[in-house]
């Protein structure tokens, strides 16, 4: 149980065109989803915090015009990056947590999105 | 704010060798504490945690960790590494349900046949 799909697992846009990723639990409720980005060779950067049905909650830095978050239900949440451009160019990754039966505290990692901006 | 530091950013060992990874964290409040491996080309997976109770935390293939609070750390170990280990590993600290996970900025172990 606690699988957590993303999709698509590649892309490649131009500059200036949007993305749109999603992020899908599975076999599970996740009241809470969380954004990461990752770039080559460093760690996990949360981006944003993302609760069903509420606004999204952005890390210091993170920019909400350009990184549109929507938590439509439990079991879905959408990454866009608006007016992609070369520097967005990375590896998300999204949690979610909340699982039933769970302590709420844990985290269960989707496979990640490699984006390239051309 | 809560913070994670891993001393140690890369880590070349020998089959068979012992390995511990190290962790500090800094954080004001109730902590829980993951251990994450991410294998080359995969998604990260959760090796091990500790919400409470026993501070040593045994995990998936021979892991574990120990949580010293005095010293607010919890490192990684496991007696003889194998080559199918290489991988990068990420501690991370987090608060109650729904909180958000901090991440160290991961150890790259290399473990040579």
């Known amino acids: 149980g606690a699988v957590v799909s993303q999709h698509p697992s590649w892309v490649i846009c131009k500059s200036g065109t949007s993305v749109k990723i999603e992020c899908r639990s599975l076999?599970?409720?996740?009241?809470?989803m969380f954004w990461y980005r990752q770039f080559p060779k460093q760690s996990l950067m949360l981006m944003a915090t993302?609760?069903?049905?509420?606004?999204?909650?952005?890390e210091q830095g993170v920019e909400k015009d350009k990184f549109l978050i929507n938590h439509a239900s439990l079991t879905l949440s959408t990454l866009t990056v608006t007016s992609a451009h070369p520097e967005d160019s990375s590896f998300y990754i999204c949690?979610?947590?909340?699982?039933?039966?769970?302590?709420?505290?844990?985290?269960?990692f989707g496979p990640g999105t490699r984006l390239t901006v051309t | 704010a809560q913070s994670v530091s891993q001393h140690n950013h890369h880590v070349i060992l020998s089959e068979a060798a012992s390995l511990e990874l190290g962790c500090n964290y800094s954080?004001?409040?109730?902590?829980?504490l993951f251990w994450y491996v991410q294998y080359p080309g995969q998604h990260l997976q959760l090796l091990l945690k500790?919400?409470?109770?026993?501070?040593l935390v045994k995990g998936i293939k021979g892991f574990e960790a120990e949580f010293i609070k005095s010293k607010f750390s919890f490192n990684l170990r496991k007696p003889s590494v194998q080559w199918s280990d290489t991988a990068e590993y990420f501690c991370?600290?987090?608060?109650?349900?729904?909180?958000?996970?901090?991440f160290g900025g991961g150890t790259r172990l290399m473990v040579k046949p």
């Open positions: 993302s609760n069903e049905g509420s606004k999204a909650t952005y």
């Open positions: 500790y919400f409470s109770g026993d501070p």
């Open positions: 949690s979610a947590g909340g699982l039933a039966g769970g302590t709420g505290a844990e985290q269960y």
């Open positions: 991370a600290v987090g608060g109650n349900a729904g909180n958000m996970l901090t």
């Open positions: 076999d599970f409720q996740a009241t809470t």
């Open positions: 954080y004001g409040g109730t902590v829980n």
